[in-house]
């Protein structure tokens, strides 16, 4: 039998959200004023995939709980500066700068899409689960919304770019292929972890 230096790590419920968040988040950003209704849906789907992974955060496999990859501020303070060294501390599961730009990404979709709900029910559409709220469209709270909801966009557009940063540092300092890891759920094993 063939020895193999690679672990399974992720389980087939954390790459398929991943992806299907990529996909949706996506697909809502660029739909946003034109295809309202495919851009709704990508919402839709966004709001199902933060919920599910927040419960499996709680619930899920070793490496898809938030307590085996959210660490305090000091582990993440001593492994972003362990990356200027050229040798990071290596981690089977995320590492912990990874671990909070989980947190960051999952808050920030989570007000995006709370927020694309709220302009979605007072606005010119006067639909969804806020509907009750009443159309306005052009008003100050109408506008307001939708500003925020831009804003949020475009903050979480800016955390992917730095979490896609982070991926391509990690992997080429671990010499280990990330996004390969996220397709087949597959990481090297260190000599030094168990």
Same mark, same amino acid.
């Given at each position: #039998? ?11 419920? =954390?790459?398929? &959200? ?6 949706a &988040? !996506?697909?809502?950003?660029?739909t ?7 851009? *709704?849906?990508? %919402?839709?789907?966004? /709001?199902?995939?933060v919920?599910?992974?927040?419960l ?18 000091? *582990? =993440?303070?001593?492994?972003l ?17 990874? %671990?909070? #730009?989980? !947190? $960051?990404l ?5 007000l995006?899409?709370?927020?694309g ?7 010119e ?14 008003? &100050?709270w ?5 500003? /925020?909801?831009?804003?949020l966009?475009?903050?979480t557009?800016?955390l992917? &770019? =730095?979490?896609?940063?982070g =991926? ?10 990330l996004v390969? $890891? #996220?397709?087949? %759920? ?9």
């Amino acid at each position: #039998m063939q020895e193999t230096n690679e672990v399974k790590v992720w389980d087939p419920l =954390v790459r398929v &959200f991943h992806w299907s968040l990529v996909t949706a &988040f !996506i697909v809502a950003y660029v739909t946003e004023d034109d295809y309202l209704g495919l851009h *709704t849906q990508a %919402g839709y789907t966004i /709001i199902g995939l933060v919920l599910f992974r927040l419960l499996w955060g709680l619930l899920g496999t070793r490496h898809a709980r938030f307590s085996d990859f959210v660490r305090g501020p000091q *582990t =993440v303070t001593t492994y972003l500066k362990s990356l200027l060294t050229r040798h990071p501390t290596h981690y089977l599961g995320h590492n912990p700068a990874g %671990g909070w #730009m989980v !947190i $960051a990404l999952l808050v920030t979709l989570l007000l995006t899409t709370l927020s694309g709900l709220l302009t979605y029910g007072i606005g010119e559409s006067a639909a969804g689960p806020f509907a009750a709220l009443g159309g306005n469209p052009g008003g &100050f709270w109408s506008e307001a919304m939708e500003e /925020i909801h831009e804003v949020l966009a475009n903050l979480t557009l800016l955390l992917v &770019f =730095v979490h896609v940063g982070g =991926v391509i540092v990690s992997s080429l300092l671990h010499r280990e292929n990330l996004v390969r $890891a #996220m397709l087949t %759920g597959r990481k090297p094993l260190s000599p030094s972890e168990d």
